[in-house]
């Protein structure tokens, strides 16, 4: 079982940038991957960026250039900067375990926090 809190959210105007945090209850280097995916009212889950234990990333087009995904493996924390947000990334925003390579390449998380809003309005 891993428990996984995330924080950082809130209101931001269009434009500005966040940045969430995530902490495991485990060494995050003893996963495979990591993740950070969104959910919006009404729409499909979205996941938004990923990193491997070996510190590779992969990032979907529409985040690609604005959100960096990046980790302290020594405080087990992801973090998710988010630069230029849009008024469209407004969702709750989940950080997830990927539990091999096959999971990675299907965003399929086992495990993931209780979310942090962000809101992306003026």
């Known amino acids: 079982q891993v428990q996984l809190v995330e924080s950082g959210g809130g209101l931001v105007q269009p434009g500005g940038s966040l940045r969430l945090s995530c902490v495991a209850s485990v060494s995050i280097i003893e996963i495979y991957g990591m993740g950070w995916y969104r959910q919006a009212p009404g729409k499909h889950r979205e996941v938004v960026a990923t990193?491997?234990?070996?510190?590779?990333?992969n990032y979907p087009d529409f985040t690609k250039g604005r959100f960096t995904i990046s980790r302290n493996t020594a405080e087990n924390t992801v973090y998710l900067q988010m630069n230029s947000l849009k008024p469209e990334d407004t969702a709750v925003y989940y950080c997830g375990t990927l539990p091999s390579w096959s999971a990675y390449s299907r965003g399929s998380f086992d495990f993931w926090g209780q979310g942090t809003q962000v809101t992306v309005s003026s």
């Open positions: 990193i491997t234990s070996g510190g590779d990333t």
